[in-house]
């Protein structure tokens, strides 16, 4: 699936530097702690943005930690008409011991190639992914909440910024990293939601770009989460594009279903589904705890069926943002049926719990997925 290193290492893109353009105006001490107390999600930004230069003519070029600020964007960059776009969300740990680190960096620099190649666009380096986000996160670590379920929220991203009209892969991209302080995802922590079995809207198709993380898949999954939100729900979950009965995911996140014996289950990577790297990381953990897991197709009318008899006991969300959310309804045309009697479950806060500790250095990190900056 990924290119061979060696063409990342050997290219002269691969060493690159970066120049630094200290922000002139940063926000006072004080006014950064009064935005840090309740950050919420996506809302406050820290002082400093990455960003990268790719041109079929020059490769990677013009790599800088800069001021962050508006871009200048001609009205005709492609972006703006085809959409051709991709983007990832990783974060940024307070460790218990003062020091920071990311989660499995490594794996996002991969998976936005992957997104890369299914969107017609150049694969960034994974070498050059990791010191834009590295040199982002020292620049800006002080905007890292100590709050409870803070953490600094990484967004990078790549668009087309052509100025073409004409319909092909566009031939100039500008990558960025964004950085956003957070606090926790859901209000209330982990209070369990409710979800709306999308009838009507799917989310993927196979062939389609169900696996790559493009701004794409999301405008097409907001009409969905509307009607969710009408129904009185948090969040929508979708069905399989061709029978319309087999659960593959949220919007934003990925989905396990914990049964009365003890086993593990999670729709299987069949190109429809994001590959998720929580998910990865909860399958990972749960196997080394001797849990069984199985990867395989789970229907809607079972998962009903199996609320009600008791074999199912839990079910859960899982996703960076939001780690790993219980959800307690879902919801119908032809009514609800609760998991666990609304509430989350034991085994679900185990496993949130499990992998918070890895990620915060608090547990033994025997995967090597902690990326100290330090
Ligand atoms: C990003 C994303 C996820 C979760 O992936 P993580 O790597 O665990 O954050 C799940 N589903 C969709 C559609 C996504 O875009």
């Known amino acids: 699936m990924h290119p061979p290193l060696s063409q990342a290492s050997s290219s002269p893109d691969a060493s690159m530097t970066f120049s630094f353009e200290p922000c002139g105006d940063p926000v006072a001490a004080n006014e950064r702690a009064q935005r840090l107390i309740d950050p919420g999600f996506g809302r406050v930004f820290t002082d400093h943005m990455a960003m990268i230069r790719f041109s079929d003519a020059k490769g990677w070029h013009d790599a800088r930690i800069t001021t962050r600020a508006p871009i200048m964007m001609d009205p005709a960059s492609s ?33 936005f190639q992957d997104s890369a190649r299914r969107m017609a666009m150049p694969e960034l380096p994974e070498s050059l992914f990791l010191e834009s986000v590295e040199r982002l996160v020292r620049t800006d670590q002080d905007w890292i909440p100590d709050s409870d379920g803070g953490a600094l929220y990484l967004r990078p991203f790549m668009f087309a910024s052509e100025v073409f009209l004409g319909v092909k892969p566009s031939a100039e991209y500008l990558y960025m990293v964004l950085a956003s302080s957070v606090g926790a995802y859901f209000k209330g922590g982990a209070s369990a939601v409710s979800i709306w079995v999308s009838q009507h809207y799917t989310r993927a198709a196979q062939g389609g770009t169900g696996a790559a993380k493009c701004g794409g898949n999301y405008a097409a999954s907001l009409l969905a989460q509307k009607e969710a939100i009408s129904q009185g729900c948090d969040q929508v979950v979708f069905l399989d594009a061709v029978e319309r009965r087999w659960v593959e995911e949220l919007g934003g996140m990925n989905v396990f279903f914990v049964f009365e014996d003890g086993s593990l289950s999670t729709p299987a990577l069949t190109g429809t589904i994001l590959p998720g790297i929580t998910r990865d990381s909860i399958l990972t953990l749960a196997r080394a705890q001797g849990i069984t897991v199985r990867e395989e197709p789970y229907a809607i009318d079972q998962w009903r069926a199996d609320a009600a008899s008791g074999k199912l006991v839990e079910a859960f969300a899982c996703g960076t943002a939001a780690v790993v959310t219980p959800i307690g309804t879902v919801a119908l045309p032809e009514g609800r049926f609760t998991i666990g009697g609304g509430e989350p479950g034991a085994m679900t806060l185990r496993i949130r719990d499990s992998l918070v500790a890895i990620q915060r250095g608090l547990a033994p990190d025997a995967n090597g997925w902690v990326h100290r900056l330090d």
């Open 79 to 111: 972006v703006l008409h085809y959409a051709q776009e991709i983007f990832e969300g990783m974060k940024a740990y307070r460790l218990a011991d003062g020091g920071t680190a990311l989660f499995r960096p490594e794996a996002n620099a991969r998976r």
